[in-house]
């Protein structure tokens, strides 16, 4: 939701930042929603789930994080999460499956996803992003024109000079149509 207000509400040529506050785990989306319902729909009839239940909602699982990545660089934003969970998700799989898919997501936009130890370290951790946002440089480059609109390009960025150099950038774009 935030990537298609962006989209649509924020200039082209303007920064776009989503930070999300979320233990991440989808258990509302309408994808979701339907496999789970249908898979409680089978208990309650007494019938078996199958572990091929369990791994369809795997898969839909990691097609929503694809969907949201697709979203999010479609919409030429940098994606924050801050997991209010902490420490604790490490403690079951749903949990780090959720936080994987939000690192995947910030890794993808060249963002970041921050697992805050507690309540205290909130601060800091929104400083860090402010840092980040004010530290950023532009880099633009002339792509191939021949490259079909909505096309994903994969980009990687280095400093040859500076090999020990840490760069977070974003992985790829979607080709646009020139205005």
């Not at 660089?73 to 994606?79: E, H, I, P, S, V």
């Amino acid at each position: 939701a935030a990537s298609k207000y962006l989209t649509e509400n924020s200039p082209s040529r303007h920064r776009r930042v989503i930070v999300v506050i979320s233990d991440g785990d989808d258990n509302f989306s309408e994808s979701i929603r339907s496999l789970s319902v249908a898979e409680a729909r089978a208990n309650l009839k007494g019938e078996p789930t199958a572990a091929s239940s369990l791994m369809a909602l795997q898969e839909k699982h990691r097609r929503a994080v694809a969907a949201v990545q697709q979203s999010v660089l479609k919409a030429d934003a940098t994606f924050y999460s801050v997991n209010p969970g902490g420490l604790s998700v490490k403690l079951n799989q749903i949990a780090m499956r959720a936080q994987s898919g939000m690192t995947t997501v910030a890794d993808a936009s060249g963002g970041t996803a921050f697992l805050p130890d507690g309540e205290k370290d909130l601060e800091a951790v929104f400083r860090q992003v402010a840092a980040e946002l004010r530290g950023q440089y532009l880099i633009q480059y002339y792509a191939n024109a021949d490259v079909p609109t909505g096309q994903f390009r994969r980009i990687q960025v280095t400093v040859p000079t500076r090999p020990q150099s840490r760069v977070r950038a974003r992985q790829g774009f979607y080709a646009k149509k020139e205005k």
